[in-house]
């Protein structure tokens, strides 16, 4: 089975632009997640979608936004940059909430998209 | 979600056995305990999950005791590939609507040395 996909790997944009950042989950998983990583805060909860609905939203401002399509893709967008965006995002996919014994919370992450703002 | 407490490195040799502690004593019934692996610049990997006494898999054991205000992490005889982040997480299992928010902390850099 492949692994949970993230495009582009790495991204450079400049302050004030905007990005959509995109994340395949394992197939079968409707549950995906989306991570901030930093170095100085560390990994950060954003936001998870399960059937195409948010489910749940960390401390973050209405600059960060994301969807779920109908196939579980998700998608994360982030307007307005700013330089303190610049981070490893990483998404996460998981079974959870499917009915009976293969939901799982275990949640497997893909390689993470390297977003640089200038 | 409960918060867990990790040393903030380890170092080690290769063919050591290497056992990370985590502290987690606000964990709730429905919790399981989690462990990842993060190498720099990469996601994290699941390695082990559990909620009482003792899980073995290819990669690592993980003891956890009665009270499961604590879960030891060890992987036997590790390489200099083992050298990564380990992250100790909590958070409920349960079916259905339940949120899948991780809150990782600050994690333990093990170094693992020739």
């Known amino acids: 089975k492949a692994g949970v996909t993230q495009t582009p790997r790495y991204l450079i944009k400049t302050r004030g632009q905007q990005v959509t950042l995109s994340c395949s989950p394992i197939?079968?998983?409707?549950?995906v997640s989306w991570y901030q990583q930093t170095p100085g805060q560390g990994l950060q909860f954003l936001f998870e979608y399960f059937s195409e609905t948010q489910r749940n939203k960390g401390n973050f401002p209405g600059r960060f936004s994301g969807r779920q399509f109908s196939n579980s893709r998700s998608e994360m967008n982030v307007s307005t940059l700013e330089l303190g965006d610049s981070a490893l995002y990483l998404c996460a996919s998981s079974s959870k909430g499917l009915a009976g014994p293969s939901s799982t919370d275990t949640q497997y992450f893909g390689p993470g998209t390297r977003l640089t703002v200038l | 979600l409960a918060k867990t407490t990790q040393p903030i490195s380890m170092d080690s040799y290769e063919g050591q056995e290497v056992n990370i502690t985590c502290s987690h004593n606000?964990?709730?019934?429905?919790?399981?305990i989690t462990w990842y692996q993060q190498f720099p610049s990469q996601g994290p990997r699941f390695i082990i999950q559990?909620?009482?006494t003792k899980v073995t898999n290819e990669v690592a054991s993980l003891f956890i005791p009665a009270d499961r205000k604590s879960s030891t992490l060890s992987l036997p005889r590790v390489s200099l590939s083992d050298t990564a982040v380990y992250y100790c997480?909590?958070?409920?299992?349960?079916?259905?609507?339940?949120?899948?928010?991780?809150?990782f902390g600050t994690g333990t850099l093990l170094a693992v040395q020739p």
């Open positions: 197939s079968g998983h409707r549950s």
């Open positions: 606000n964990i709730a019934t429905n919790d399981y």
């Open positions: 559990g909620y009482k």
């Open positions: 997480l909590v958070g409920d299992i349960g079916y259905g609507g339940a949120t899948n928010k991780l809150i």
